[in-house]
């Protein structure tokens, strides 16, 4: 049972949405153990300080400005839209989407100004009124909850802004993009508060380490390859690594296997060269934490 009048920190992430499986996913990564089901409240860390709170995504944001929790899991689109007086500490890189304006594929609308006068329904009312306002448009914007991609089909407005990550809900909607307002991914936010207090301060910044220690493996990969011994000085170039690389002789007179890191972003262009240069047998691993 969890005791949420402890002294562990507490971090409120969406109880069920889009959200919940990839934030568990990335607590765990970072080594925290806890049981949840579905109807759970909250969780209790068995091997850190903390409690897990499930809430309504749209609720965390108040929560954690008010101090109930100390931390929370939400969509960047989240804080454009309710402005709420927390921290923001890490991009955690998943949940991506983008708030964007679409309009019916017939309508006459192609470019954003063609929507002066018109009625943009939306969940993003705030988001969606600051940008026509920055781009000098006169609109009308309507709140729906939820479907908003059915709303010009009933008449109820021209165009929507809604999230979208792959743009199959507005295809299946017979609906075309028009432009993007922002983009949005999971943050980790905090009370502003909980900074100044120091025996907090000092279990946030053990978890930040382990969160920033799952964020920058996802920037690498471990390669192991087989290459003749003499290639070593060229290999050595392409990939400087992350330090120096392991290099162990194979039972092959005069071959040898090398162990490196490699950056994500390099990456195949890396593998394109030493392919090239003859190495063989590469072997991509991916890694699940990096502590520097
Ligand atoms: P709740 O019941 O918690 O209020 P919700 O229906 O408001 O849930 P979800 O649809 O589960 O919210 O989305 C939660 C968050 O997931 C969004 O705020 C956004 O940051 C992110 N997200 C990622 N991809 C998408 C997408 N394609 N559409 C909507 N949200 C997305
Ligand atoms: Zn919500």
Known sequence: MADLSSKNLKLAIQKEGRLTEETLEFLRKAGLEFES?????????????????????DDI????????????????NILYEERPKVKKLLNLRF?????????????AVSQIKDLKGKTIATTYPLSVKYFFKKNKIAVNVVRIKGSVEIAPALGVAQAIADLTSTGSTLALNDLRILTKIYESEAVLVANRKILS???????LEKLLTRFKAVLSAKNYKYVMMNAPQNLLPKIRKIVPGLK??????????????????VKEDVFWQTIEKLKSLGVSSIIVLPIEKTII
Do not use: H
């Open 37 to 57: 089901y579905k109807q759970r409240l909250f969780s209790t860390c068995k091997n850190f300080p903390l409690e897990i709170i499930y809430l309504r995504d």
């Open 197 to 203: 207090q120091v025996s907090k301060k000092i279990i």
């Open 244 to 261: 120096s690389p392991t290099i162990s002789p194979l039972a092959k007179q005069g071959w040898i296997t090398i162990q490196v890191v």
């Open 95 to 107: 949940g991506s989407c983008s708030l964007i304006i679409a309009v019916p594929k017939e309508s």
């Open 61 to 76: 944001p108040d929560y954690v400005a008010s101090g109930t929790v100390d931390l929370g899991v939400v969509g960047q």
